[in-house]
């Protein structure tokens, strides 16, 4: 069964440095891997996603993911974060079936930007 | 530009009552879901949706819960007698086939 796992359960950074989220996925086939965004008390936001094709994808808001299949990676990065990129981040990764496709996901990474 | 609309935001009720939760997909989309997040937990699916029926549904979907989709534009969520437990928030998702998912701002249901 497909899983994806997000290492940091927190993470802080000051206004203006670099970020990197982690994200593990364990899936036997292609994944199909996506960036969510959840601000407090708001939906999900799609950042960006991995179907195929170049592994280094741009998102919106300055967000880029590298897959990486040797590692089972899909690390989010961003090089100058801003204070209002606090919120909850969601790695998932999409299996395919008839009846559309379905997402598990990580257990979220909350990022805190310092002033 | 298209949204997934839920209503309502946010719901409180009596343990055992029942409640339904409606959602608004976008219009061109063929495939449906619910997803619950628990306070503080990740992203849960509950329930896939296509072609009028079920298609996937997870373990956390039991008997008490049920889906349908009255007309050509809702799609709701129904929980027959509420737990404790079923507190969290609810989204709904639509997609076209094999595309990225979108989905609403949620319903956080209250049960007391």
């Known amino acids: 069964a497909q899983s994806v796992t997000q290492p940091d359960i927190h993470i802080t950074v000051s206004e203006g440095a670099s970020l990197e989220l982690r994200c593990n996925y364990s899936?036997?086939?292609?994944?199909?891997l996506f960036w969510y965004v959840q601000s407090p008390g708001q939906g999900l936001q799609l950042l960006l996603k991995?179907?195929?094709?170049?592994?280094l994808v741009q998102g919106i808001k300055g967000f880029e993911a590298e897959f990486k299949r040797s590692q089972s990676s899909f690390n989010l990065r961003k090089p100058s974060v801003h204070w209002c990129d606090a919120a909850e981040y969601f790695c998932?990764?999409?299996?395919?079936?008839?009846?559309?496709?379905?997402?598990?996901f990580g257990t979220g990474t909350q990022l805190k930007v310092e002033l | 530009e298209p949204e997934v609309t839920q209503t309502p935001s946010h719901q409180v009720t009596q343990m055992g009552q029942e409640v339904i939760l409606r959602c608004v997909p976008i219009?061109?989309?063929?495939?449906f879901y619910w997803y619950r997040q628990i306070l503080g937990q990740k992203v849960e699916f509950l329930v896939s949706?296509?072609?009028?029926?079920?298609?996937?549904k997870s373990e956390i979907f039991d008997d008490q819960f049920s889906v349908e989709r009255p007309d050509g534009s809702n799609f709701t969520l129904k929980i027959r007698s509420t737990k404790l437990e079923d507190s969290a928030m609810y989204f709904c998702?639509?997609?076209?086939?094999?595309?990225?998912?979108?989905f609403g701002e949620g319903s956080r249901l209250t049960v007391l």
């Open positions: 998932a990764v999409a299996t395919f079936t008839g009846g559309g496709n379905k997402l598990t």
């Open positions: 899936y036997g086939a292609t994944p199909y």
């Open positions: 991995y179907f195929s094709g170049d592994t």
């Open positions: 219009s061109n989309h063929l495939y």
């Open positions: 949706f296509y072609n009028n029926e079920i298609s996937e």
């Open positions: 998702a639509s997609n076209r086939r094999g595309g990225e998912l979108f």
